[in-house]
Nanobody, 124 residues
Framework: QVQLVESGGGLVQAGGSLRLSCAAS????????MGWFRQAPGKEREIVVV???????YYADSVKGRFTISRDNAKNTVYLQMNSLKPEDTAVYYC??????????????????WGQGTQVTVSS
């Protein structure tokens, strides 16, 4: 089992930036696929981005060109840099982990391990 702790959420004006962090422990980090998901009120949880070592990250169309994922395997941490934020980005953001695969998994139920979530609010 992987333990995940997110940080970095907050309130920002539209057009602003935030960086989320997710620290992982419990398994070899380089062997994990790390996903960021988000869930807005009244909506289903949706994929934002997936990072796997040695593979190009998968980004949801809604965040392409604005969000960037990076990972520091030495620190067992994955980061989500969010730029040009929009009010529709407002949601609770969750970090999730699963064993790395050649397949990109984007469904929440494919990820067994989750962080507690961090709120991101973008004001207009």
């Amino acid at each position: 089992q992987v333990q995940l702790v997110e940080s970095g959420g907050g309130l920002v004006q539209a057009g602003g930036s935030l960086r989320l962090s997710c620290a992982a422990s419990g398994r070899t980090f380089s062997g994990l696929a790390m996903g960021w998901f988000r869930q807005a009120p009244g909506k289903e949880r949706e994929i934002v981005v997936v990072s796997r070592n040695n593979f190009t990250p998968y980004y949801a169309d809604s965040v392409k060109g604005r969000f960037t994922i990076s990972r520091d395997n030495a620190k067992n941490t994955v980061y989500l840099q969010m730029n040009s934020l929009k009010p529709e980005d407002t949601a609770v953001y969750y970090c999730a982990a699963r064993s790395r695969s050649t397949i990109v998994y984007v469904a929440p139920n494919e990820y067994p391990d989750w962080g507690q979530g961090t709120q991101v609010t973008v004001s207009s």
